[in-house]
């Protein structure tokens, strides 16, 4: 052994004990297998990843994070909101209408609010599209 080795050793001799002490515990618990194992299945994982999957995947949490952003604006919460609300409270599954039904139904106010509420939609859409 160099003298530079000694010397290295007797400096961190508490330090070396110290970390010996801690793998024979590892050791007699059974656990340093288990860290052998993990370790070896993070090194796995970090070869299987390929550059093209990182980017994919980074370009998907981005685009979530832009999707959520927009979600969770206020104007977009409270239509979404009663959406669910409105689904909830019909009773029974719908009639079939035709052409004479429909245009019964946008006499009521309702109907035509949301009519107006889905052609703006439609518009802002169209200008995205």
Do not use: H, Y
Not at 8 to 15: D, G, L, M, P
Not at 35 to 54: E, N
Not at 65 to 70: C, M, Q, R, V
């Amino acid at each position: 052994m160099s003298e530079e080795v000694a010397k290295k050793i007797e400096e961190n001799k508490e330090a070396i004990l110290n970390a010996i002490e801690k793998l024979v515990w590892l050791e007699k618990s059974g656990n340093l297998d288990a860290i052998i194992g993990f370790a070896s299945l993070i090194k796995i994982f970090q070869d299987s990843i390929s550059d093209t999957v990182v980017d994919k995947t980074s370009e998907i949490a981005s685009n979530l994070g832009l999707l959520s952003a927009k979600f969770t604006n206020d104007r977009t919460l409270a239509l979404l909101n009663a959406i669910g609300d409105a689904i909830c409270r019909c009773e029974k599954e719908p009639q079939p209408i035709g052409l004479l039904g429909l245009i019964k139904a946008l006499r009521d106010p309702e109907v035509k609010k949301t009519i107006g509420m889905l052609v703006n939609i439609a518009k802002e859409l169209g200008k995205q599209i």
